[in-house]
């Protein structure tokens, strides 16, 4: 069994016949084992039932580590630097340091590892993205940066 969660927080049981044919179904997809049609547009998680406590553990959490081993916490809704400030001009205070979403996929889609998973991932050398199961849209383009020095020779030229 897989549970999905829509936008909205309603939280259903589909079976894994259900899940696999998401993929190929129109804007709405009807679930014969719940007896309900959803719009797919509003499917906000889908995970194996046997993973619950650790979705809700990692989506509750306020401390996490991000791929590179930085520590963050969640700051208004945003996961900023534990540890780095930087002074705003407009409220003469310091604020944390945010960061990037397309470096740090992982904060983008809101599936920061916590420290125990992180010391999980790191002891066992696992692949962070392959545990958080983050899709390889969501990864960022790698060390390559071709396409920043494209861009620079263009201005230049």
Known sequence: ???????????????NEEYRAINNAGTMIHFRSINCVIN?????????????????????S????????????????????????????????????????????EIAVDNVAT?????????KGLDYHEYLKISEKHKRIGNNFSHISESINKLID
Do not use: A, C
């Open 1 to 15: 069994m897989m549970i999905l969660k829509t936008m909205d927080g309603n939280e259903y049981k589909i079976t």
């Open 40 to 60: 797919k547009n509003r499917i906000e998680v889908i995970y194996p039932e046997k993973n619950t406590d650790k979705i809700i553990k990692r989506k509750e």
């Open 62 to 105: 306020t401390i996490g580590v991000l791929h590179t081993g930085e520590r963050v916490k969640r700051y208004f809704g945003q996961w900023v630097s534990i540890y780095d400030m930087v002074f705003d001009e407009n409220t003469g205070k310091p604020t944390p340091v945010k960061f990037d979403p397309e470096y740090y996929p």
């Open 115 to 123: 420290e125990e998973e992180y010391e999980e991932i790191k002891n």
